[in-house]
């Protein structure tokens, strides 16, 4: 199959999330899911790994959660996915991770917490 030179593909990473991070060959979108997290509640952190490259290469991710909440408490936010993650994608492949993490009932809400 041949493609135009021209051929104009839709920014699905666009699509995912506003901020897109570009490291070398891959594009990477970051998000959560649901979008407005509750204490109690687990969530999923959401990665999606575009390899703008014409070879294979490999993505290695790690999960971290915040150490403490708005009030300095140890140990509100949890994961099992806290170890190494590596992905390989082939030539143009895009991957998808989901990692679980639960927020404790106790959680300081607020704004900005990252992970």
């Known amino acids: 199959m041949i493609i135009p030179a021209n051929t104009n593909y839709p920014d699905i990473l666009g699509i ?12 990477v979108a970051f998000g959560v899911r649901p979008t407005q997290i ?3 509640r687990p969530f ?3 990665l999606l790994v575009q390899n703008n ?3 294979e290469i ?4 790690r999960l971290i959660v915040p150490a403490k909440d708005r009030k300095g408490a140890l140990g509100r936010f949890a994961t099992k996915s806290d170890k190494l993650i590596a992905i390989g994608l082939r030539a143009a492949e895009v991957g ?5 993490v639960m927020v404790d009932f ?3 809400p607020g704004d900005g917490y990252t992970l």
């Open 96 to 100: 998808y991770v989901g990692l679980p």
């Open 44 to 46: 999923e952190a959401l």
């Open 106 to 108: 106790q959680t300081a």
């Open 53 to 55: 490259a014409d070879c």
């Open 16 to 27: 995912v999330s506003r901020q897109r991070l570009s490291l070398d060959a891959a594009h």
């Open 58 to 61: 490999d993505v290695q991710v």
């Open 38 to 40: 509750t204490a109690g």
